[in-house]
């Protein structure tokens, strides 16, 4: 993983931990035990899942850069269903409170996405390449006889 790859991650995670934090706590006062477990879980399942598809999409940006695009929409329709997959799983447990799991799983996927749209937007990526374009203006220019 790049440098810039892993700042990135770290600042996803934090704001996303954050408010994780504060879920559990008001889930806890508002739920009792149940409403803590079901909102770390929540939290927990948001970061995985977005965590693990910024890992991928970066990957694939350095590997394949022809793909990237068509790689964001599939993962992001991949994400949704293994999200959709383990509410639909845990939809009658009694192991934590839903309604708890859904409200910290959703404010855990929008700090992830606030931060991750915030961190792109303060970052100063290239979109040309320096080498290149000093390569050009040093190139010889007219006819080679």
């Given at each position: 993983?790049?440098?810039?790859?892993?700042?990135?991650?770290?600042?996803?995670?934090?704001?996303?931990?954050?408010?994780?934090?504060?879920?559990?706590?008001?889930?806890?006062?508002?739920?009792?035990?149940?409403?803590?477990?079901?909102?770390?879980?929540?939290?927990?399942?948001?970061?995985?899942?977005?965590?693990?598809?910024?890992?991928?999409?970066?990957?694939?940006?350095?590997?394949?850069?022809?793909?990237?695009?068509?790689?964001?929409?599939?993962?992001?329709?991949a994400?949704?269903?293994?999200?959709?997959?383990?509410?639909?799983?845990?939809?009658?447990?009694?192991?934590?409170?839903?309604k708890?799991?859904?409200?910290?799983?959703?404010?855990?996927t929008?700090?992830?996405?606030?931060?991750?749209?915030?961190t792109?937007?303060?970052?100063?990526?290239?979109?040309?390449?320096?080498?290149?374009?000093?390569?050009?203006?040093?190139?010889?220019?007219?006819?080679p006889?």
């Amino acid at each position: 993983m790049q440098s810039n790859d892993a700042r990135t991650l770290l600042q996803c995670a934090v704001p996303t931990a954050l408010v994780g934090v504060v879920a559990v706590v008001v889930s806890s006062v508002l739920a009792g035990g149940k409403g803590g477990i079901g909102s770390a879980v929540g939290t927990l399942l948001a970061g995985g899942v977005m965590a693990t598809g910024l890992i991928i999409l970066n990957r694939t940006a350095r590997h394949l850069p022809h793909l990237f695009q068509a790689m964001g929409l599939a993962l992001y329709l991949a994400q949704c269903l293994l999200v959709a997959v383990f509410v639909v799983i845990f939809k009658d447990t009694t192991l934590f409170n839903t309604k708890a799991f859904a409200f910290s799983l959703l404010a855990a996927t929008l700090a992830w996405i606030a931060a991750q749209t915030r961190t792109y937007m303060k970052a100063k990526i290239l979109y040309v390449d320096p080498e290149s374009v000093e390569a050009q203006k040093s190139a010889p220019t007219g006819s080679p006889s």
